[in-house]
């Protein structure tokens, strides 16, 4: 087992996060641990292995090898998230984690002020404030956004913009719910799939493909890509869905081998039978000697 890390210092956010990440790529098989304590422990451990992987197996995303390469992006990212720099000579660092475990608000984000966008917005009176808003394009992404952080904002006030917020609330509406395309995976393909480590489930895969009783079938390793496809959170893991299509395409060249007619005589041709040669003589069948007489080709001279 890898050296604990002396120096990581971790808020509980950023070791969940390097937990997730953990998951994700099949470095960490348990569940999300309950207690903080637990989950600084949790994300210690992972932070040693990445670690003790990128110094001592030098596994790095430069490698050469792109099953390497691949390993050393994930540790790396593990390693940024955990604020740790490691020296070309092997000198580990341990920096400031990105806050709130590299995402969402940090507990020291300022609140958003409308005036940062407007200049102005929360002393103009309500026509002028109406007319601001409207100059902003709810089909660009940024300014539905302002939008939305403006009605926020006025709901927290005391005396809200109700014009405002009525205009907000007709410009943008509701989202609407993005349609479940047909066939969409969302049961797990088997029961614990998703406490699976992407280890486990290339595992399983490889085994069921060779169960003589119930082989595993393409429709089935489809599923499974199409589940891990569709997961938000934790989000999908790439080397499953590309284990699963590598081995789509494998059972595909397999099947299409099986496909192919056997090479020789047609379907349903009969076989044609040669003369038996012993000792340098060559023996005869009736039958034989009965076709090679009704086709001209021997005669019998008595």
Known sequence: MAQQLEG???????????????????AYSDEMPDTKKAKLAAADEIVAFSVDAYVNDEIRSDDDDP?????????????????????DDGTV??????????GGKSDDEAPFDPDDYIDGYSELSVVTKLKKVRELNPEEEDDAAILQAIADWENEQDKPSSRVLS??????????????????????????????????????????????????????????????????????????????KALLEEMAEDGKADDK???GRGRG??????????NGVITLTREQILTAL????????V
């Open 8 to 26: 990581l210092k971790l808020s509980e956010d950023q070791a969940e996060a390097i937990i997730e990440k953990g998951i994700e790529y099949g």
């Open 67 to 87: 099953q390497v390469a691949e390993s050393g992006e994930q540790i790396e990212e593990i390693l940024e998230l955990a604020g740790v720099e490691i020296d």
């Open 93 to 102: 660092t341990y920096g400031d984690p990105p806050e709130n475990g590299g």
């Open 167 to 244: 205009y907000i609330e007709e410009t943008l509406g509701e989202p609407e719910p993005e349609p479940e395309p047909a066939g969409e995976a969302t049961d797990e393909p088997w029961d614990g799939y998703d406490k699976a480590s992407a280890v486990d489930i290339k595992k399983i895969l490889t085994e069921a493909r060779t169960d003589e009783e119930d082989p595993l079938s393409i429709d089935q390793v489809q599923y499974v890509l199409d589940y891990e496809s569709g997961r938000e959170k934790p989000p999908p893991r790439k080397r499953v869905i590309d284990f699963c």
């Open 261 to 263: 007619p056997k090479r």
């Open 269 to 278: 041709a009969a076989k044609k039978e040669e003369p038996a040669v012993s």
């Open 294 to 301: 009704d086709s001209g080709e021997v005669t019998i001279e």
